[in-house]
């Protein structure tokens, strides 16, 4: 089965489905090892890992792609792109689905935030007229070669214009082809609740340690009909967390000794790289 039909499906159950977030190939493999099913290339990790900046539009199509396409050639689950504004208007739109779903995109999320865009969690946000967006999300539908290519549209209006407008945009987004939409940060369980009661299609929800929006858990997402539930940058902030204790503990004894309680093991490493596989086929292709 295809990734996209697999995802389609995780989508239409509304079982609440955790997937992570991951900045690069080898958090994606990490979060394969561990039996996620999905996972969600997050804009706002690639961002802070690749260019060190935060999640306020800087980068580009091309440097998602490429992340994309290292996640998508190490693991075998869905991958689900956090593709921003489609970097553009409905024509950039074109471009950003074709390459995005040759990179391997299993699915695209897409928002109605005006460019630069910034992190949902973020103050100042603004969002485009509701006719523009929806041409976005037509050019997006219209643009995938594979028809189970789950297209995500966002909505930032919560934070602009409410909740009640964040929904009607949401309904519109669904009326316009999207496959699932994702009313970003909503500030209740009763915002929550409302959402997945009144937008007939499948619902993300995006949780963020020190965001806006409560985290009741699977259990509780799932009563409430969500399709799945992103954690995007759990792995970013834990990893941040690590390497500043690890360096820090380096900086002041030169020397790890005191930190080794913070480190993988060298084993640990090498096999959440697959080294054994990369050995076999030098094995194999050895004169």
């Known amino acids: 089965m295809r990734n996209t039909t697999r995802l389609k499906q995780m989508m239409a159950k509304r079982e609440g489905l955790t997937v992570p977030g991951v900045a690069n ?19 706002a990790g690639i961002a802070n890992m690749h260019l060190g900046a935060p999640d306020i539009g800087l980068t580009t199509l091309t440097e998602v792609a490429a992340a994309v396409a290292a996640m998508a050639d190490t693991v075998s689950v869905p991958v689900i792109v956090d593709a921003d504004t489609g970097f553009g208007n409905p024509v950039n739109m074109v471009r950003t689905v074709r390459v995005l779903e040759r990179a391997g995109a299993a699915g695209l999320q897409i928002e109605d935030q005006v460019f630069p865009k910034r992190c949902g969690h973020f103050a100042g946000k603004d969002v485009i007229p509701l006719d523009q967006m929806v041409q976005k999300i037509k050019a997006a539908v219209d643009s995938r070669g594979d028809r189970d290519l789950q297209i995500i549209a966002r909505t930032d209006a919560r934070a602009v214009e409410g909740l009640d407008r964040a929904i009607e945009r949401a309904l519109r987004f669904a009326e316009a082809g999207a496959d699932v939409t994702f009313v970003e940060a909503p500030l209740s369980l009763a915002e929550l609740e409302r959402i997945a009661r009144e937008v007939p299609v499948p619902q993300v929800a995006n949780i963020v340690h020190g965001g806006r929006t409560p985290d009741p858990g699977r259990a509780a997402f799932a009563q409430m009909g969500f399709g799945i539930v992103l954690y995007a940058n759990a792995a970013l902030q834990a990893a941040l967390r690590a390497s500043s204790q690890i360096l820090s503990i380096l900086k002041q004894d030169g020397s790890l000794e005191n930190g080794s309680g913070l480190l993988a093991t060298f084993e640990e490493r090498q096999r959440s790289v697959a080294k054994d596989a990369w050995d076999k086929l030098e094995r194999r292709y050895r004169d």
């Open 25 to 43: 190939a080898l958090f994606a493999r990490v979060a394969e090892d561990l039996g996620f099913p999905a996972i969600y290339a997050t804009g």
